[in-house]
Protein backbone atom coordinates (compact mmCIF):
# COMPACT_ATOMS: atom_id res chain seq x y z
CA UNK A 1 0.00 0.00 0.00
CA UNK A 2 1.30 3.73 -1.19
CA UNK A 3 1.66 5.85 1.69
CA UNK A 4 2.72 8.72 -0.48
CA UNK A 5 2.90 8.62 -4.65
CA UNK A 6 4.64 11.80 -6.21
CA UNK A 7 3.95 11.60 -9.95
CA UNK A 8 5.76 13.68 -12.39
CA UNK A 9 6.76 16.63 -10.09
CA UNK A 10 8.19 19.67 -11.55
CA UNK A 11 9.37 22.60 -9.88
CA UNK A 12 11.72 25.69 -11.18
CA UNK A 13 13.18 28.71 -9.04
CA UNK A 14 11.59 32.23 -10.77
CA UNK A 15 15.38 34.51 -10.26
CA UNK A 16 15.87 37.82 -11.61
CA UNK A 17 17.12 36.21 -14.88
CA UNK A 18 14.64 33.94 -15.80
CA UNK A 19 12.68 30.75 -14.45
CA UNK A 20 15.16 27.84 -13.96
CA UNK A 21 14.08 24.17 -14.03
CA UNK A 22 14.99 22.19 -10.66
CA UNK A 23 13.06 19.30 -10.20
CA UNK A 24 12.68 17.06 -13.50
CA UNK A 25 9.50 14.58 -13.80
CA UNK A 26 10.53 13.18 -10.07
CA UNK A 27 8.87 10.26 -9.38
CA UNK A 28 8.44 7.86 -6.43
CA UNK A 29 6.28 5.96 -3.67
CA UNK A 30 6.41 5.24 -0.08
CA UNK A 31 5.00 2.19 0.95
CA UNK A 32 3.54 1.86 4.56
CA UNK A 33 5.92 0.52 7.11
CA UNK A 34 9.00 0.87 4.73
CA UNK A 35 11.80 3.17 4.57
CA UNK A 36 12.69 4.99 1.14
CA UNK A 37 16.21 6.64 0.85
CA UNK A 38 16.37 9.41 -1.78
CA UNK A 39 20.30 9.56 -2.27
CA UNK A 40 22.73 11.77 -4.13
CA UNK A 41 24.98 14.48 -3.55
CA UNK A 42 24.71 17.77 -2.25
CA UNK A 43 21.97 20.17 -4.65
CA UNK A 44 20.93 17.22 -6.97
CA UNK A 45 17.56 18.00 -5.46
CA UNK A 46 16.64 15.90 -2.51
CA UNK A 47 15.57 18.38 0.18
CA UNK A 48 13.43 20.35 -2.44
CA UNK A 49 11.93 17.58 -2.95
CA UNK A 50 10.98 16.85 0.85
CA UNK A 51 9.89 20.22 1.22
CA UNK A 52 7.42 20.04 -2.08
CA UNK A 53 5.73 17.18 -0.17
CA UNK A 54 4.95 19.49 2.78
CA UNK A 55 4.78 22.43 0.97
CA UNK A 56 7.25 24.53 2.70
CA UNK A 57 9.39 25.96 -0.50
CA UNK A 58 10.93 29.02 -0.59
CA UNK A 59 9.13 31.80 -1.88
CA UNK A 60 10.78 32.12 -5.80
CA UNK A 61 9.95 27.91 -6.03
CA UNK A 62 7.22 27.51 -7.94
CA UNK A 63 5.88 23.97 -8.76
CA UNK A 64 4.83 24.01 -12.25
CA UNK A 65 2.89 20.46 -12.70
CA UNK A 66 2.54 16.81 -11.33
CA UNK A 67 0.67 15.76 -8.03
CA UNK A 68 1.68 14.28 -4.65
CA UNK A 69 -1.15 12.52 -3.07
CA UNK A 70 -1.69 11.40 0.11
CA UNK A 71 -4.74 9.60 1.54
CA UNK A 72 -6.21 10.26 -2.34
CA UNK A 73 -5.49 13.76 -1.83
CA UNK A 74 -3.14 16.07 -4.04
CA UNK A 75 -1.05 17.56 -1.66
CA UNK A 76 -0.11 20.03 -4.42
CA UNK A 77 -4.11 21.27 -4.33
CA UNK A 78 -4.64 21.88 -0.49
CA UNK A 79 -4.91 25.50 1.24
CA UNK A 80 -2.48 26.45 3.78
CA UNK A 81 -5.21 25.63 6.53
CA UNK A 82 -5.78 22.51 5.23
CA UNK A 83 -1.49 21.95 5.23
CA UNK A 84 -1.34 23.16 8.84
CA UNK A 85 -3.90 19.76 9.15
CA UNK A 86 -1.49 17.60 7.79
CA UNK A 87 1.88 19.22 8.48
CA UNK A 88 3.23 17.75 11.58
CA UNK A 89 0.63 15.65 12.58
CA UNK A 90 0.14 13.40 9.67
CA UNK A 91 3.25 13.95 7.59
CA UNK A 92 6.07 14.69 10.57
CA UNK A 93 9.76 16.26 9.29
CA UNK A 94 13.00 15.45 11.16
CA UNK A 95 15.34 18.40 9.62
CA UNK A 96 19.19 18.25 8.78
CA UNK A 97 20.18 19.84 12.00
CA UNK A 98 18.80 19.69 15.48
CA UNK A 99 21.01 22.04 16.97
CA UNK A 100 18.83 24.60 14.90
CA UNK A 101 15.21 23.41 15.28
CA UNK A 102 14.66 23.49 18.70
CA UNK A 103 13.58 26.89 20.35
CA UNK A 104 16.24 28.07 22.88
CA UNK A 105 13.99 29.62 25.24
CA UNK A 106 12.11 26.51 25.89
CA UNK A 107 12.31 23.73 27.48
CA UNK A 108 12.14 20.69 26.19
CA UNK A 109 8.97 19.25 27.83
CA UNK A 110 7.13 22.78 26.30
CA UNK A 111 8.26 22.25 23.05
CA UNK A 112 6.44 18.59 22.99
CA UNK A 113 3.82 19.62 24.52
CA UNK A 114 2.72 22.39 22.39
CA UNK A 115 2.25 19.59 19.57
CA UNK A 116 0.68 17.38 21.69
CA UNK A 117 -1.63 19.71 22.97
CA UNK A 118 -3.28 20.13 18.87
CA UNK A 119 -5.13 16.85 20.42
CA UNK A 120 -8.19 18.69 22.26
CA UNK A 121 -9.27 15.85 24.01
CA UNK A 122 -6.33 15.32 26.27
CA UNK A 123 -6.53 16.72 29.48
CA UNK A 124 -3.12 18.67 30.80
CA UNK A 125 -1.76 15.36 32.97
CA UNK A 126 -2.60 13.15 30.01
CA UNK A 127 -0.07 15.30 27.72
CA UNK A 128 2.73 15.38 30.44
CA UNK A 129 2.44 11.88 30.47
CA UNK A 130 2.23 11.26 26.84
CA UNK A 131 5.13 13.98 26.38
CA UNK A 132 7.20 11.58 28.98
CA UNK A 133 6.84 8.65 26.92
CA UNK A 134 7.70 9.11 23.57
CA UNK A 135 10.69 11.00 25.22
CA UNK A 136 11.26 7.70 26.67
CA UNK A 137 10.59 5.85 23.29
CA UNK A 138 13.50 7.30 22.20
CA UNK A 139 15.72 6.17 24.60
CA UNK A 140 16.14 9.53 26.16
CA UNK A 141 16.83 8.86 30.08
CA UNK A 142 15.29 10.03 33.19
CA UNK A 143 12.34 11.62 31.03
CA UNK A 144 10.74 13.10 33.41
CA UNK A 145 13.34 15.17 34.33
CA UNK A 146 14.69 15.86 30.90
CA UNK A 147 11.11 17.83 30.49
CA UNK A 148 12.69 20.38 32.29
CA UNK A 149 15.87 20.55 30.14
CA UNK A 150 16.47 23.51 27.79
CA UNK A 151 18.17 22.49 23.91
CA UNK A 152 21.42 23.99 25.56
CA UNK A 153 21.76 21.24 28.31
CA UNK A 154 21.47 18.29 25.38
CA UNK A 155 23.94 16.72 23.50
CA UNK A 156 23.67 17.15 19.53
CA UNK A 157 22.60 13.19 19.53
CA UNK A 158 20.13 14.27 22.54
CA UNK A 159 18.38 17.08 20.34
CA UNK A 160 17.81 14.85 17.41
CA UNK A 161 16.56 12.08 19.86
CA UNK A 162 14.11 15.06 21.17
CA UNK A 163 13.04 15.77 17.65
CA UNK A 164 12.37 12.45 16.88
CA UNK A 165 10.01 11.94 19.87
CA UNK A 166 7.95 15.07 18.37
CA UNK A 167 7.44 13.39 15.35
CA UNK A 168 6.58 10.18 17.27
CA UNK A 169 3.80 12.74 19.60
CA UNK A 170 1.73 13.15 16.69
CA UNK A 171 1.27 9.68 15.44
CA UNK A 172 2.51 10.33 11.80
CA UNK A 173 1.97 8.17 9.85
CA UNK A 174 4.78 9.19 7.71
CA UNK A 175 8.33 10.79 8.75
CA UNK A 176 10.41 12.74 6.44
CA UNK A 177 14.00 12.24 7.93
CA UNK A 178 16.08 14.98 6.24
CA UNK A 179 19.88 14.36 6.46
CA UNK A 180 18.97 13.26 10.38
CA UNK A 181 22.16 12.39 11.31
CA UNK A 182 24.38 14.56 9.15
CA UNK A 183 25.64 17.08 12.08
CA UNK A 184 26.08 13.80 14.34
CA UNK A 185 29.39 11.40 15.22
CA UNK A 186 29.50 8.04 13.87
CA UNK A 187 28.58 6.35 16.83
CA UNK A 188 25.56 8.63 16.99
CA UNK A 189 24.43 8.37 13.70
CA UNK A 190 24.33 4.97 14.04
CA UNK A 191 22.16 5.09 16.90
CA UNK A 192 19.55 7.22 15.53
CA UNK A 193 19.65 5.47 12.88
CA UNK A 194 18.87 2.12 14.69
CA UNK A 195 16.11 4.00 16.66
CA UNK A 196 14.69 5.38 13.26
CA UNK A 197 14.16 1.32 11.58
CA UNK A 198 13.23 0.23 15.36
CA UNK A 199 10.15 3.16 15.11
CA UNK A 200 9.66 1.78 11.35
CA UNK A 201 9.10 -1.63 12.91
CA UNK A 202 7.02 -1.08 15.81
CA UNK A 203 4.48 1.71 14.72
CA UNK A 204 4.45 0.39 10.77
CA UNK A 205 5.25 4.30 10.15
CA UNK A 206 6.74 4.95 6.71
CA UNK A 207 9.87 6.91 6.37
CA UNK A 208 11.07 8.68 3.53
CA UNK A 209 15.08 9.10 4.76
CA UNK A 210 17.07 11.88 2.62
CA UNK A 211 20.84 11.09 2.53
CA UNK A 212 24.27 11.20 0.63
CA UNK A 213 25.71 8.21 2.39
CA UNK A 214 24.84 5.02 0.67
CA UNK A 215 26.65 2.91 2.80
CA UNK A 216 24.06 4.23 5.76
CA UNK A 217 20.95 3.81 3.98
CA UNK A 218 21.84 0.26 2.33
CA UNK A 219 22.00 -1.33 5.82
CA UNK A 220 18.05 0.05 6.94
CA UNK A 221 16.33 1.58 3.34
CA UNK A 222 14.08 -1.18 1.51
CA UNK A 223 13.78 1.06 -1.39
CA UNK A 224 16.70 3.21 -2.84
CA UNK A 225 15.99 5.93 -5.45
CA UNK A 226 18.49 7.91 -6.80
CA UNK A 227 18.66 11.30 -7.63
CA UNK A 228 21.00 13.70 -9.68
CA UNK A 229 20.46 17.02 -10.80
CA UNK A 230 16.89 17.06 -9.73
CA UNK A 231 15.83 14.01 -11.87
CA UNK A 232 15.45 10.23 -10.47
CA UNK A 233 18.31 8.46 -12.37
CA UNK A 234 17.71 5.14 -10.73
CA UNK A 235 15.14 2.76 -8.46
CA UNK A 236 15.33 -0.22 -6.74
CA UNK A 237 14.44 -2.49 -3.64
CA UNK A 238 17.34 -2.14 -1.44
CA UNK A 239 18.99 -5.61 -1.77
CA UNK A 240 18.62 -5.74 -6.22
CA UNK A 241 20.53 -1.83 -5.97
CA UNK A 242 23.79 -3.10 -4.54
CA UNK A 243 23.92 -6.31 -6.32
CA UNK A 244 23.19 -4.89 -9.63
CA UNK A 245 23.78 -0.93 -9.24
CA UNK A 246 22.98 0.13 -12.95
CA UNK A 247 23.32 3.95 -13.71
CA UNK A 248 26.80 5.59 -14.27
CA UNK A 249 26.23 7.70 -11.54
CA UNK A 250 24.88 4.91 -8.84
CA UNK A 251 28.15 2.95 -9.97
CA UNK A 252 30.18 6.04 -9.35
CA UNK A 253 29.04 6.56 -6.00
CA UNK A 254 29.26 2.89 -5.03
CA UNK A 255 33.15 2.95 -5.75
CA UNK A 256 33.79 5.87 -3.87
CA UNK A 257 32.22 4.20 -0.51
CA UNK A 258 35.61 3.12 1.72
CA UNK A 259 34.31 -0.05 2.26
CA UNK A 260 34.50 -0.80 -1.77
CA UNK A 261 37.92 0.98 -1.91
CA UNK A 262 40.70 -1.33 -3.14
CA UNK A 263 43.83 0.95 -2.87
CA UNK A 264 45.20 4.08 -0.33
CA UNK A 265 43.30 6.09 -2.60
CA UNK A 266 39.65 6.85 -2.18
CA UNK A 267 38.19 7.43 -5.50
CA UNK A 268 35.86 10.51 -6.37
CA UNK A 269 33.86 11.46 -8.80
CA UNK A 270 35.21 14.30 -10.91
CA UNK A 271 33.16 17.66 -11.41
CA UNK A 272 30.33 18.86 -9.76
CA UNK A 273 26.25 18.00 -10.02
CA UNK A 274 25.12 21.36 -12.59
CA UNK A 275 23.49 24.71 -11.05
CA UNK A 276 20.31 25.22 -11.71
CA UNK A 277 20.99 27.81 -14.42
CA UNK A 278 23.44 25.58 -16.69
CA UNK A 279 21.97 24.62 -19.72
CA UNK A 280 22.72 21.29 -20.58
CA UNK A 281 21.30 19.47 -23.57
CA UNK A 282 20.22 16.03 -22.98
CA UNK A 283 21.74 13.74 -20.22
CA UNK A 284 22.59 16.01 -17.30
CA UNK A 285 25.55 13.61 -15.55
CA UNK A 286 26.67 13.11 -19.46
CA UNK A 287 29.71 15.96 -18.73
CA UNK A 288 31.09 13.59 -15.54
CA UNK A 289 30.27 10.09 -16.99
CA UNK A 290 32.93 8.10 -18.37
CA UNK A 291 30.71 6.31 -20.57
CA UNK A 292 29.10 9.09 -22.15
CA UNK A 293 27.98 8.42 -26.12
CA UNK A 294 27.56 11.84 -27.39
CA UNK A 295 24.97 11.30 -29.86
CA UNK A 296 22.66 9.19 -27.63
CA UNK A 297 23.30 11.59 -24.54
CA UNK A 298 22.23 14.36 -26.37
CA UNK A 299 18.90 13.09 -25.75
CA UNK A 300 17.28 13.10 -22.04
CA UNK A 301 17.26 9.48 -21.27
CA UNK A 302 13.92 8.50 -19.70
CA UNK A 303 13.54 6.50 -16.29
CA UNK A 304 12.60 2.89 -17.67
CA UNK A 305 12.26 -0.61 -16.44
CA UNK A 306 15.43 -3.08 -16.97
CA UNK A 307 14.68 -5.77 -14.62
CA UNK A 308 11.46 -6.32 -12.32
CA UNK A 309 10.95 -3.16 -10.04
CA UNK A 310 14.60 -1.82 -11.21
CA UNK A 311 13.94 1.46 -13.19
CA UNK A 312 17.22 3.22 -15.04
CA UNK A 313 17.49 6.48 -16.67
CA UNK A 314 20.36 5.79 -19.19
CA UNK A 315 20.57 5.56 -22.52
CA UNK A 316 23.61 2.91 -22.06
CA UNK A 317 21.86 0.39 -19.58
Known amino acids: MNMLEIKNLNLSFNLENGLFQTLYDVSLSL ?7 LVGESGCGKSMTAMSIIKLLPKKAVITSGEILFNNLDILKLSEAQ ?3 IRGSEIALIPQDPMTSLNPLYTVGDQILEIIKKDKTLSKSDAIKKAE ?31 IAMALATNAAIIIADEPTTALDVTIQAQIMK ?3 EIKNEYNTSILLISHDLGL ?39 ALPANCTSDILKTIDGQPPSIQENIVGCRFSPRCDFCDKNLCSQIPLLQEKCENHLVACHKV
Do not use: C
Open 195 to 197: LLN
Open 31 to 37: KKGQIHA
Open 83 to 85: MRN
Open 217 to 255: VGEYADKISVMYSGRIVENAPTKEFFTNTMHPYSKALME
Open 133 to 163: EVLGLVKIPNPKEKMNSYPHELSGGMKQRVI
